[in-house]
């Protein structure tokens, strides 16, 4: 009987591999005749085409459906027919399962002259024997767990023994999270291409050397990465790289870059899963946990300043616990610090805000040390770690300062601070809110404060005209031209116009400014979940292929990148929209929690630990300081610039590594810590 379970449970596991392989692969696809010639006008340059075989775009995996006519041209799937109106030129989808809705393609003749083509997809087993297979594996599964040699058949035994074999599945887990943990990042990277991360990517990575990639994003992530791509792109073109020109990188450079990016992540996140708990079940389950954190994954997968300020983040914070718990060696932990740190803010200047946690953490030890009872719960010598930890944040922003000057000289660019460019869509977004009567009021009374004349220019043409990017930046150029000010030294007396007209409307602390700095405090959230972050990253890469309508000869650099193009970039966030992966499992009438709702409960279990004092110095004070220093850095963020999805990705850091930490502490004291072979 036990043979025949097995022969049925390895059966359908078989089965159902098969299928999510073919799925996601098309290993075994089915081709379709579709007549070209058949094509009924549905509107300009819109086409409708009745299938003589229904197919189901839900239950196919959507990124493998394509299209071809006679002449090969392929036309790209989306799941959203409103894409089809809105952006047309080469996309297709299917309509209630019998009809395709084709956008006119790029080139060539109209479609009814295109004879036959042929619509291909994965060849899929049927969703009811699919269902009767995810049955009879459970089935096998849980008759085998019940067949096994028991001293009762009574229910507590089945459940003890049940709470075993889980337990033992998450030990398994535990001992090797870097091969769970590595499975997102495969995924990613079989079935999306890599994305680009729209303008601010052109600047970091392709343009030259300017006040962009040197001052304005730190120079740090914007030449440094460009080292990884020409370690990818020297297997095809065997050239030097020139890191301070303009940039053309192969596709096989950018696929490295974002390898790269994936495999610190897993680095990263496998090393805080070892540092949250020694308890191997306990870290199996945080394994999974990150294991569905897709915004994580998908963020990595985008050519841009974030994915290393995110993998910079977990290890600082991975580092950091290490040395407070003292777990590993010191030096190396010291050495992957401030390392961490470095990287941080080599990537977003913002980032600085996390050099802090461990400071306070440390200073927090060395008030309490002497007014608890047991000193020993706390870490030896506090203040000189304190004080460790404050050398090693100067460090990072000397070494960062350092390279952004020597850059700057060696491009012949006048140092100054490019924030103000940041600080005037805020201004903006809170003058927008105030008549232009009350504006224009507003600004004379800041430019008659100031004794600075062309930071008086500033503040009169951000009140009248709008943000830098509005027109402030064309009319204020101007306006120094006519005082004689040229070249890089007017580009510098602009911004040092900028940053002083910008610090003069933030320091009003207006009720209107401060009403709309909490509004978007609130989005962050309310309004943000892992869905949306994942999503993110797509919807951003989706603007490129615009933005190519408007200056095509600018991404001449990323033509190897197809992904940039339309109407492949909306394709893409059309597909990424049906991945259950990305998008989360959800249940009916129940949408994915906001970061608000995971942030209540984290700080419920970390007040949990801190009233029955379980892990209260060990693990809740270093989880709500973790936490503070997130919400800090999402704050300040918004200080700067209006709300953006992917502003509250250290917020959602921050969130996990605190919620896991708060959890571990829960535990603390409850039980022995799993010894190694158990």
Same mark, same amino acid.
């Given at each position: 009987?036990?043979?025949?379970?097995?022969?049925? %449970?390895?059966?359908?596991?078989?089965?159902?591999?098969?299928?999510?392989?073919?799925?996601?692969?098309?290993?075994?696809?089915?081709?379709?005749?579709?007549?070209?010639?058949?094509?009924?006008?549905?509107?300009?340059?819109?086409?409708?085409?009745?299938?003589?075989?229904?197919?189901?775009?839900?239950?196919?995996?959507?990124?493998?459906?394509?299209?071809?006519?006679? &002449?090969?041209?392929?036309?790209?799937?989306?799941?959203?027919?409103?894409?089809?109106?809105?952006?047309?030129?080469?996309?297709?989808?299917?309509?209630?399962?019998?009809?395709? @809705?084709?956008?006119?393609?790029?080139?060539?003749?109209?479609?009814?002259?295109?004879?036959?083509?042929?619509?291909?997809?994965? @060849?899929?087993?049927?969703?009811?024997?699919?269902?009767?297979?995810?049955?009879?594996?459970?089935?096998?599964?849980?008759?085998?767990?019940?067949?096994?040699?028991?001293?009762?058949?009574?229910?507590?035994?089945?459940?003890?023994?049940?709470?075993?074999?889980?337990?033992?599945?998450?030990?398994?887990?535990?001992?090797?999270?870097?091969?769970?943990?590595?499975?997102?990042?495969?995924?990613?990277?079989?079935?999306?291409?890599?994305?680009?991360?729209?303008?601010?990517?052109?600047?970091?990575?392709?343009?030259?050397?300017?006040?962009?990639?040197?001052?304005?994003?730190?120079?740090?992530?914007?030449?440094?990465?460009?080292?990884?791509?020409?370690?990818?792109?020297?297997?095809?073109?065997?050239?030097?790289?020139?890191?301070?020109?303009?940039?053309?990188?192969?596709?096989?450079?950018?696929?490295?870059?974002?390898?790269?990016?994936?495999?610190?992540?897993?680095?990263?996140?496998?090393?805080?899963?070892?540092?949250?708990?020694?308890?191997?079940?306990?870290?199996?389950?945080?394994?999974?946990?990150?294991?569905?954190?897709?915004?994580?994954?998908?963020?990595?997968?985008?050519?841009?300043?974030?994915?290393?300020?995110?993998?910079?983040?977990?290890?600082?914070?991975?580092?950091?616990?290490?040395?407070?718990?003292?777990?590993?060696?010191?030096?190396?932990?010291?050495?992957?610090?401030?390392?961490?740190?470095?990287?941080?803010?080599?990537?977003?200047?913002?980032?600085?805000?996390?050099?802090?946690?461990?400071? %306070?953490?440390?200073?927090?030890?060395?008030?309490?040390?002497?007014?608890?009872?047991?000193?020993?719960?706390?870490?030896?010598?506090?203040?000189?770690?304190?004080?460790?930890?404050?050398?090693?944040?100067?460090?990072?922003?000397?070494?960062?300062?350092?390279?952004?000057?020597?850059? %700057?000289?060696?491009?012949?660019?006048?140092?100054?601070?490019?924030?103000?460019?940041?600080?005037?869509?805020?201004?903006?977004?809170?003058?927008?809110?105030?008549?232009?009567?009350?504006?224009?009021?507003?600004?004379?009374?800041?430019?008659?404060?100031?004794?600075?004349?062309?930071?008086?220019?500033?503040?009169? &043409?951000?009140?009248?005209?709008?943000?830098?990017?509005?027109?402030?930046?064309?009319? @204020?150029?101007?306006?120094?031209? %006519?005082?004689?000010?040229?070249?890089?030294?007017?580009?510098?007396?602009?911004?040092?116009?900028?940053?002083?007209?910008?610090?003069?409307?933030?320091?009003?602390?207006?009720?209107?400014?401060?009403?709309?700095?909490?509004?978007?405090?609130?989005?962050?959230?309310?309004?943000?979940?892992?869905?949306?972050?994942?999503?993110?990253?797509?919807?951003?890469?989706?603007?490129?292929?615009?933005?190519?309508?408007?200056?095509?000869?600018?991404?001449?650099?990323?033509?190897?990148?197809?992904?940039?193009?339309?109407?492949?970039?909306?394709?893409?966030? &059309?597909?990424?929209?049906?991945?259950?992966?990305?998008?989360?499992?959800?249940?009916?009438?129940?949408?994915?929690?906001?970061?608000?709702?995971?942030?209540?409960?984290?700080?419920?279990?970390?007040?949990?630990?801190?009233?029955?004092?379980?892990?209260?110095?060990?693990?809740?004070?270093?989880?709500?300081?973790?936490?503070?220093?997130?919400?800090?850095?999402?704050?300040?963020?918004?200080?700067?610039?209006?709300?953006?999805?992917?502003?509250?990705?250290?917020?959602?850091?921050?969130?996990?590594?605190?919620?896991?930490?708060?959890?571990?502490?829960?535990?603390?004291?409850?039980?022995?810590?799993?010894?190694?072979?158990?």
């Amino acid at each position: 009987m036990r043979a025949l379970f097995l022969f049925v %449970a390895i059966g359908s596991f078989t089965l159902l591999s098969g299928n999510w392989v073919n799925a996601t692969f098309s290993i075994w696809s089915r081709s379709v005749p579709v007549g070209f010639a058949n094509a009924e006008l549905d509107a300009p340059g819109i086409y409708r085409i009745r299938l003589t075989i229904p197919v189901d775009q839900n239950r196919i995996f959507s990124s493998r459906i394509g299209l071809q006519d006679a &002449d090969h041209d392929k036309f790209l799937h989306t799941p959203k027919t409103k894409s089809v109106y809105a952006v047309g030129r080469g996309l297709f989808t299917i309509e209630k399962q019998h009809s395709l @809705l084709i956008a006119q393609p790029t080139s060539g003749a109209p479609l009814p002259a295109r004879g036959r083509g042929v619509l291909m997809f994965p @060849l899929l087993i049927p969703s009811r024997i699919v269902g009767f297979a995810f049955f009879l594996l459970c089935l096998s599964s849980v008759a085998l767990c019940c067949f096994l040699p028991f001293p009762t058949w009574k229910v507590n035994c089945l459940a003890r023994r049940f709470v075993v074999l889980v337990t033992w599945c998450l030990r398994m887990l535990g001992r090797h999270p870097l091969v769970v943990l590595s499975l997102p990042s495969a995924y990613l990277l079989s079935v999306y291409p890599p994305l680009w991360k729209d303008v601010d990517a052109l600047v970091q990575l392709i343009l030259p050397a300017s006040i962009g990639n040197t001052y304005h994003f730190p120079s740090l992530f914007c030449f440094g990465a460009r080292l990884i791509v020409w370690l990818g792109d020297c297997f095809l073109t065997w050239k030097w790289p020139d890191l301070l020109g303009l940039q053309k990188p192969t596709l096989l450079g950018i696929y490295a870059l974002v390898v790269a990016q994936h495999l610190a992540l897993v680095l990263s996140l496998g090393l805080l899963c070892k540092v949250l708990t020694r308890r191997e079940w306990l870290r199996g389950a945080f394994v999974v946990g990150f294991f569905f954190a897709s915004s994580l994954y998908t963020n990595a997968h985008l050519c841009g300043s974030e994915a290393w300020s995110l993998c910079a983040t977990i290890f600082l914070f991975a580092f950091g616990l290490r040395i407070y718990s003292d777990h590993g060696s010191r030096i190396i932990n010291w050495i992957g610090y401030g390392s961490s740190l470095v990287l941080a803010i080599g990537s977003r200047h913002v980032n600085l805000l996390l050099g802090f946690w461990l400071i %306070a953490l440390y200073m927090i030890a060395t008030f309490m040390r002497p007014r608890i009872g047991q000193p020993s719960e706390l870490p030896p010598r506090p203040l000189l770690k304190a004080g460790l930890a404050v050398v090693l944040l100067a460090v990072a922003l000397f070494s960062n300062s350092y390279l952004n000057r020597y850059i %700057a000289n060696w491009a012949g660019i006048e140092p100054r601070t490019t924030l103000g460019h940041t600080l005037s869509d805020r201004i903006d977004s809170f003058l927008a809110q105030i008549g232009p009567v009350e504006r224009a009021k507003l600004g004379q009374e800041l430019a008659a404060t100031t004794s600075d004349h062309n930071a008086r220019l500033a503040i009169l &043409d951000q009140a009248t005209i709008g943000s830098f990017y509005k027109g402030t930046n064309v009319i @204020l150029e101007e306006q120094l031209k %006519a005082e004689g000010f040229a070249g890089e030294h007017l580009q510098a007396v602009k911004d040092r116009a900028m940053i002083k007209a910008t610090l003069a409307y933030l320091e009003t602390l207006h009720p209107v400014l401060l009403r709309v700095i909490w509004k978007d405090c609130l989005k962050g959230f309310t309004e943000t979940s892992n869905a949306s972050l994942a999503e993110e990253p797509f919807a951003e890469n989706s603007g490129v292929g615009r933005y190519r309508l408007d200056n095509p000869d600018l991404w001449n650099p990323l033509d190897e990148l197809s992904s940039t193009f339309l109407p492949e970039s909306v394709a893409w966030l &059309d597909r990424s929209g049906t991945d259950a992966y990305l998008k989360g499992m959800t249940i009916k009438g129940l949408k994915n929690p906001q970061l608000g709702l995971i942030l209540v409960i984290t700080l419920l279990l970390i007040g949990l630990c801190l009233w029955n004092r379980r892990g209260m110095w060990n693990r809740a004070i270093p989880a709500l300081l973790i936490l503070l220093t997130g919400i800090g850095v999402f704050a300040a963020t918004m200080i700067c610039v209006y709300f953006m999805q992917r502003y509250a990705l250290p917020l959602w850091v921050s969130i996990l590594v605190a919620l896991t930490l708060a959890i571990e502490g829960l535990f603390e004291g409850t039980e022995k810590p799993d010894k190694k072979g158990t």
